[in-house]
C-alpha cells in the first residue's frame, strides 16, 4: 500500500502518474519538526536509495544534497551531484520507503549530526510524501517504480559499446576511429560527438567545414553498424540570425529575469538564454527542434549542461567588468586582487544567478530555484516527448546529465565528470542499485574516467565493470590522455572484454527488459537478496546483476585478485577474453579470487542458467543467433529469455518471453 501525505502547498513536478487519495492519518515514522522531519535509527538499520549520489550503497554517515549541480570534482566530502532523487529505504528494525516529491532544494542527513538520526530538511516544507511500507525491499522498490511509471527503454544497439572523447573534432577524425576499430575486430556500436561537431556550440546546427555532408556521413557510419550520437546543450546561443535563438525570442520561450529581460548565462557557446523547459509550449518547440538531426539520420542523443550549468550570468559579469575598471583607476592594493579573483571564481552555479531567472509554469510565473531540480528532466521530457512523436515507430537514444524522478520515463542518464581514479571505479557500481531503486535503468558512468589521465590497466578493471552495465561508454576530457582502445598495448585483453559484453548481451537485454516492464531491479545488493545474512547485507563491492549472476570486480591497482564473500553455494565462471576457462563450484564463504587483467570473473546463483550469444563486433551481428547456455542448474530450472526486434516500440513482455529449460 501506498500512501500519501501532503505538507503545504507543493509545486507540481509530475514525477507521479496517478496520485493515491491524500492521506489523512498521522504521518508515521518521521517525526515532525521545526526544520522538517527526524527518524530515529537502530544500529542495523540500512538506508538504501538517494540515485545518484555520493558515498555507500548504504546512506549511513553522511549528508546528501538534492540540489542538481555541475560539479566535476566528485569527492568525498560533496553533498550533490547532477541528480535529485529524493526516494530512500529503511531497512532493519522497521522497513519502508519514502518520496519527497519537491521541485527545490531538499537535504537527507542520514546519521552524519547525529550518529543514529535521519533529519529531512528543505527550504521550502511544501512538499508531497509518499510512504510505502508493505513487502520485500524488491516489492518496496516494484510498488514505488509502478507509481513512478515504466523505465524508459532504449534501441538494442544502445546496449553496445560507445566510444566518445571531448571532441572528435571532425568527420575525418570519427572515420578513422571507426576503421580502427573495425579493422581490429574491436566491437563497438556508438561514437559520440562532442560539442565540437556544432557550429560556434549552437545546438542543432552541424559545422559543415569539420562535417561536409553530414546526411551521408551519418549513413556511411550506419553501413558499418555504427550510430553517431551527439550531444544537446541545455543553453542557446545568443546570436542574430541564429533561428533557434530567433525563435525563442519572438515566442517568449526563453527564462526571463526580474525585469522580464530574456536572462543571460554564460555556458559553453559564451553567452546564452535559457529554454524555458518548464513551459509545455517552450518544451514542444525546443523538442521539435531535435527533428533537425534525425532528419540527417541521427537517432540518439545525450542531453547536457542541463541543470543548467551556469558559468557566469550576464549580470555578474558586468560586474566583474566594473569591478576591473575601478581597480584600474586607482592606486593598486593586494585586497582588490583578492576579491576580483573571489568574484570571477565564485561566479560558476551561484545561488544567487538561480535565484534570478524566471520560468512560466502552468500560467504561473516562479522563481527558478523553487524549481531547480525539475530543468535537467524537462529539457530531456522537451526531447523524450517530441521523439515519440516524430519516431513513432522507433525507440531513439537518449540520456540526461541533470536528473529528477519522472525523468526516468522519457531517458536515461550518465553520472556526468568522474575522474580517471580507482575510487570511482567502485563509486560506479555502488551507484547503480541505487539509481534502479529510482527508476533510471539505462545508465552508466564514463569508463575510464572522464577528468585526468587514465591507465591501461584502470581502463581494462574499469570495463570489466562496464560490461554489465547497460549504457557501456568509454568518454574522456579534452586535454587528458587518449582512453580510446587503439591507444593501449593490450589490444588483445580489451577486445577480449568487449567481445565478452557482446556475448552477454542475449542475458544483460533480457535482464534490463524485465527489470523495466516488471518494474524490478537490473542491479540489486545483497541486502536485497540475502537480508538475513549479516555480512552479505554489508557487502558494498559486489552486485548481483539480473536474477543469475554476481559480480566483484576488481577496483584496486596492481590488485592480481581480490577477496569476494559468497553468501551461498556458487559456480564461478572464469572468462578470459570471452571463453570461459575455468568452472567451479563453491561453497558459502570468503575467497581470495585471482582476476589477471584480461579476465572478468562471474558467479551464477544455484538453479539458474546463462544464455550467451556466440559473439559478434555489433549488436546486429548477435540477433537471432544460436545461444550458449551456462547454468547452476538442476533438470527443470528455467530461464526468461526476453527477444524482440531492438528497434520498435512493442515490447509488451509476454509476446517475447521464451521459458528456456534446462535438461
Ligand atoms: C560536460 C559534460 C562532458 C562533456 C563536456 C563538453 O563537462 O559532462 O561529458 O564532454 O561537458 O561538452
Redesign the pocket.
Known sequence: MIRRYQFGEPIETDAILEKPELCKDAFPYMKQTEAGFTYEMTEEDIVYGLGESLRGINKRGWIYISNCT?D?HHTEEKRSLYGAHNFFIVSGGEQFGLFFDTPGKISFDIGYTHRNQIQVSMEDKDCDVYVIDQGSLEEIVTSFRQLIGRSYIPPMWAFGYGQSR??YGTANEIRELAKNYRDNHIPIDMIYM??DYMERYKDFTVDQEKFPNFPEFVEDMKQQKIQLVP?I?AGVKVEKGYDVYEEGIKNGYFCKDEEGKEFVAGV?PGDCHFPDMLNADARRWFGNHYETLLKQGIEGFWN??NEPAIFYSGKAIEKVFEQIDQIARKPHEMGDFYDLRGNISDRANNPEDYRSFYHNYRGKKIRHDKVHNLFGYNMTRAAGEALEQLVPQKRTLLFS?ASYIGMHRYGGIWT??NKSWWSHLLLNLKMMPSLNMCGFLYTGA?LGG?GEDTTEDLLLRWLALGVFMPLMRN?S??GTRRQEITAFDSTDAFRGILKLRYRLLPYLYSEFMKAALKNTMYARPFGFVWQQDEIARHVEDQLMIGESIMIAPVYEQNAIGRMVYLPEEMKLLRFTGDQVTEEQTMQKGHYFIRVALNEVVIFLRKGHLLPLSTGGECVADILGKDLTLYQFAQAGDTYELYEDDGVTRNMELEEHVRTIVWG
Open positions: 555541475d566535476p571531448w571532441s562532442d560539442i550531444i546543450d559553453w547536457d549542461m546529465r556526468g565528470d564514463d572522464f568518454h576530457a579534452l
